[in-house]
């Protein structure tokens, strides 16, 4: 790993030139980059530099350019659904709302995607929180209608999850119960679909580089591997989807 | 559930013309199938005599025509691998060989996806099973290559997987060790990808019916759900993915 | 279940007696109450009024009198070493700290129990809570010692995690992860060692009532089940083992 | 791992001989064997031989004498227990018997366990094997009584439960499914039970080492860790409790 969105250096020209150098003087010729957006950046860097490179988007937060899905999040979404599965077996009578805090940085696929397939009754994104007064009105509604549960899954990038929690105990007669998932969603072993997705990634990507094809992000897209330009992976953004929200509040309802 | 395929009866079609007059009494207007091969020809009976119906694939062996992929399959395939990473976590120096009989009917989609996943060394999956001496001859090699272990997916459809046992101890220095999922795979909790698309077809249904669409598969093609008329099913085949079996040859190599 | 835990008002004497003469008017002659201390005084009122009542130790705290061992803690335990396993899974050369709060009320059971199971570095319970400082010092003593990762279980009733993850922040260099199990940990299906012990807990139950005991816990010592006087339990105190104490510190050490 | 019970060469006292003076020329003052009966009787003629050891019990079958319980039963009996779930999960009309196959060696301890753990309607155990006429009795009578799904662990060393499913098609109207676990219990993580006890058992290991005291298997017995001389291990058999039997009849009914 370039670890470059970790070392803000990595910015600096004079240290790409240097990674570059050292890369060189050991007669490596193809580096293969297997990150997320910051590393796709490092990997530009040093394409630009001359180096031949090749990106395999990972992050379990599914939130990078050019690419509909990053290898790792199918993985963190089955930890999720799991756990709130645990979450939900336990209910009593006054602790009637659970908040789940889930991963995604600025974006909401995860919580999103988790809520999907979890149903949970809220689900709070950082592309367009639903403000906490309406989260309150509509945790009353549903307990009219008579769910005895609601799970609200909070996106890390959305709200911090103990003002939530905090907000409606004031503002309501529940007492929400509280599981921050933090690193727990970055382990376990791969999913099916990421293993074998991994595998056909691996194989696409030394196909290109010994085509002569590189400085390229493996996109997936509708099912299919593309090699996307670095340009282009920059502009070409996948957010999250209107439609899975207006499906989440009918399966919700 | 219509379970058609587990009453053969249903194929008479008196059983199905009474079938209809059922529905009818009962003033149901649109049946949602959810289920496999049998099923939709279930359907597609009904349909012949006036029903509106859709049919939902659901099976985890992935095996219908019409589209790539049958709810259930990701759930299966995930069984299969953490079944598989736990006998991989055993070995001892006499039994170094592992068999793990999986399901699928007469095709080889869980065996050859789930060997994709867990790196199984080798799979036989009924469309081209692999000639038992051939087998010994590559687990001989496998183990001269300095592997450990081998583990050997047995779809059930290509060989009964006490007889492969038999064939290895008798042709090989190896006693393998034999597991046999079974209906393991059929149960647990949904995997994500499945829990979503589930309700991702589910809407798709909803959406089709009222405005005036009936009578097909919803089909998962590339990523898409899409409607296919039965009689387009029938004849629209997914088998195997030939590059999938060179890619488990690349990577067991 | 008798809930009484949470419902205070049952500490009304009136509140009690028209329990009983509830459960005498719908002809009850004997009940089973399952659940942690709050129940069993439950149990014990009404048994002072001439009800026959059993008690079954069941909460994952195991912070019962009269039992080392409540129905439900080797579940709970089983849940938080396999996050902890899940956490450890992922590390990086900035975050090198991991906080995992777990639950447990007033008593350290889990954390201690747990953090024995998963190598935990630091445990802090509320028993004996280990100052912050001398928190930050050992994390820095045990990296310079070269472990890479280290797990600090926080037992809710010893700290709020968020101060601990701050003033770690502050006070080190490492900024920890945080993860809060919260009611993960009271899901799932039961473990073997519950499902098993239950089953014999129902048999001693009806057992003893058949033979004309009543009014006892059915305590859990040294791995036989004993029943015991609702007012010996009040008395018998299981509290942490010392010993658990100095065998983790020995193992994180 | 001395893997004695493998090298059936290891009974031989020149082999012996040569094993210890290996031990002596590396200056190796004590070895901990960690493993099942044979390792133990390695570890008995090494002792013999004037070697200081101890012997830990570690064997998913619980099948050893000197000791109620040894390591790694616990975790398989989790395992065994999630995959009874995950068969019951799935049932339709004509499968309503699953058969589930799992070790022991010539032991039904874990089947008895896992048995009341998962309420299994029969346990076919080596001890007292039930005949099969009287488990074809059994599951028309259970059926009967109303109850949808049977499930029958068949102890390996009990039946070959290949056999048991064919003699069940042939003499009643089931056609039961057959899952055979194999060596998946063999793997996976600790428990959390296992863990711990592991924990324990080394720390009881070193004390006692280095207190003079040698030449001991570890016993666990009624909660606590008993050093036990290899003589008297061989002689102290826990056999499976006639108890336990009785309970599962009484669940199953």
């Not at 990106?55 to 999040?73: K, R, V």
């Not at 336990?90 to 789940?100: D, K, P, Y």
Request: hydrophobic share 40%; charged share 25%.
């Amino acid at each position: 790993m370039l670890k470059t969105a970790r070392f803000p250096e990595f910015q600096n020209e004079e240290v790409q030139k240097k990674a570059y150098d050292i890369l060189k003087a050991h007669d490596i010729d193809h580096l293969i980059v297997i990150g997320g957006d910051g590393s796709m950046r490092g990997a530009t860097s040093l394409a630009k530099l001359g180096m031949s490179t090749m990106t395999i988007p990972c992050t379990i937060d599914n939130d990078m350019g050019g690419t509909q899905y990053t290898l790792g999040f199918d993985t963190a979404l089955n930890t999720v659904v799991d756990a709130v599965g645990r979450i939900r077996d336990t209910s009593n009578s006054h602790e009637r709302v659970a908040i789940v805090e889930v991963m995604g940085r600025k974006a909401g696929h995860i919580a999103l995607k988790a809520g999907l397939a979890c149903g949970a009754e809220i689900v709070l994104v950082p592309e367009n929180p639903m403000p906490l007064h309406d989260v309150c009105r509509h945790l009353k509604e549903t307990q009219i209608r008579g769910k005895e549960y609601s799970v609200i899954l909070v996106a890390e990038g959305a709200y911090n999850s103990g003002d939530v929690k905090a907000f409606i105990k004031e503002h309501t007669e529940f007492d929400p119960s509280l599981t921050v998932l933090g690193y727990l969603q970055r382990g376990g072993g791969p999913s099916a679909f990421d293993a074998i997705l991994a595998a056909r990634m691996s194989e696409a990507c030394l196909n290109l580089l010994m085509n002569g094809v590189d400085n390229r992000l493996l996109g997936y897209i509708d099912g299919h591997i593309r090699p996307i330009s670095y340009q282009e992976a920059e502009l070409l953004d996948f957010p999250i989807n209107e439609k899975d929200y207006t499906l989440l509040s009918i399966l919700s309802s």
